[in-house]
């Protein structure tokens, strides 16, 4: 085995290992209780949905009221599964947020701006 060989083959298993690791870390966490919800722009937030991802999502918290500019709530989540999640917001001058993919088991605060 030459040293060049050597170096690859350790190098290829200290990739292996962070695949590894990485895949065991994403298994174990598991998304929060409830999550916090900061609006962060000059209008109120009329409506919040956060749903599982997929062809039939499921509604796991919902904002009750307007949240009001430079407020924030917790939200329980009902039965969540998975860590990633999409987030659809409507304001008070009728613009929509619509994000898809938030990792709740990571941010467990979703802040709304401009």
Do not use: H, W
Not at 2 to 19: E, H, K, P, R, Y
Not at 31 to 55: C, D, F, M, Y
Not at 57 to 77: D, M
């Amino acid at each position: 085995m030459t040293i060049q060989s050597a170096i690859s083959a350790a190098g290829l298993l200290g990739f292996t290992v962070s695949i590894c690791f990485a895949t065991a870390t994403a298994q174990t966490a598991k998304p929060p209780v409830q999550v916090k919800v900061t609006n962060g722009r000059t209008v109120p937030v009329v409506s919040l949905e956060i749903a599982t991802p997929g062809e039939q999502p499921r509604l796991i918290a919902k904002l009750t009221k307007p949240l009001a500019p430079g407020k924030s709530i917790a939200l329980k989540l009902n039965k969540p599964a998975g860590c990633s999640y999409s987030v659809l917001a409507k304001f008070g001058d009728e613009v929509e947020s619509d994000n898809e993919g938030v990792d709740l088991c990571r941010e467990r605060s979703i802040r709304l701006t401009d």
